[in-house]
């Protein structure tokens, strides 16, 4: 008897206890676009809710979905690009993971991309299961930037604060503790249960940290502390 061709199996993250999320995809390259929402799609846990070609569109449907996950090409033709449309998304309250999906690797882009809020920073060419593991880590709040980008970002900000000189002796006990935490890669959810206090106080340590360190985002104080071996006290 003939045999009955078999469907090929999902690429499974590499964690069963990954979270359910719904994920948005905003790209203007149709094909590219196609191909990580199939990606997605082939996996139990990523949910595909949305897709945009374009900024504003984005924006829109990031206010009408509520994804968990925003993925973000940088560079759209037409309209806003990656930076301002993260920029816009930020100051308009939109609290989604947002990672950005490029094919640079140039050092400014990427410290651009992280300023203005992006959770991660991933080249196009990463293998689908990279991809998917990346993700997942985004989803349970860690930071994601593909290999060899990190030594990229570090040196960037290094030549940065040494300009700046960002001195650890301005922060109190309790900030440069969250800080350490942040080098470690945890989320505000992960440090509040590790010092059993509040989410939202966390959010006030570390909203402190940064402006008394003047760095613009958590990721950039964590590389940074990284950086000049503080994840490891």
Known sequence: MPTTAQAPEPIMPPSASAPSATVLVIDDHPLFRKGVLEL?????HLHPV???DNGD???????????????LDLNMKGG??????????????????????TVSDDAHDLVSAIRAGADGYLLKDT????????????????????EG?????????????????????????????????LAQGLSNKLIARELDIMESTVKVHIRNLLKKLKFHSRLEAAVWAVSNGLSSR
């Open 40 to 44: 997605l799609s082939s996996t139990p």
């Open 50 to 52: 949305g897709e945009a």
């Open 57 to 71: 569109e984005g924006i829109a449907k990031a206010h009408a979905l509520d994804p968990d996950l925003i993925l």
């Open 80 to 101: 806003k690009d990656g930076i301002t449309t993260l920029q816009h998304m930020r100051a308009q309250g939109i609290e989604s993971r947002i990672v950005i999906l």
């Open 127 to 146: 293998e689908p299961e990279d991809m998917l593991h990346h993700l997942e880590e985004a989803l349970f709040g860690k930071t994601v930037i593909s």
């Open 149 to 181: 980008l990190t030594t990229l970002l570090a040196s960037a900000l290094r030549r940065e604060s040494l300009m700046r000189s960002p001195h650890l002796a301005d922060l109190t006990e309790r900030e440069a503790t969250i800080l350490r935490y």
